[in-house]
């Protein structure tokens, strides 16, 4: 059977004993040094949040300027369109007077020459009607 000498109450003091050796050399440094990398990794995960939301707040701010860069580029590019409307407006103005008005010099051109055809003509019918009718007649008129 079980005998309870006096080495039973010396291993439970030995026990108890190593329990605080060993708490004080070996949990206690463990558990500091967990509690420490708890402590990094929450400030890590912090840092982590706080960058995350920079950066959506970058990209927001990105975004925002991206659009306002491209409604400003549009707004650009229509008075642009719009200047150029105009100019090709006034260039078309500008070239039908030019013709209208080389159209009329070149009418008046026309009938100056239908005059003096004509006036050249009237002439030469007075030689032709002679000419003819001396070849019709078959002599002098």
Known sequence: MIEVS?????????????????????????????????????????????????????????????????????????ALKQAGEEEEKQLVEEINRKAQADLEAARAQVAKLAEEARTKLKVETKVFSAAIAKKILGRAV
Request: glycine fraction near 4%.
């Open 6 to 78: 006096g080495f039973l109450f010396v291993q439970m003091a030995n026990f108890i004993v190593l329990i605080f050796i060993l708490n004080f050399i070996l949990y206690k440094p463990i558990r500091k040094i967990l509690i420490e990398r708890k402590k990094k990794i929450q400030g890590l995960e912090e840092s982590i949040d706080a960058s995350q939301r920079d950066a959506a707040e970058t990209d927001q701010t990105f975004q925002t300027k991206v659009s306002e860069a491209k409604m400003k580029g549009h707004q650009q590019k229509e």
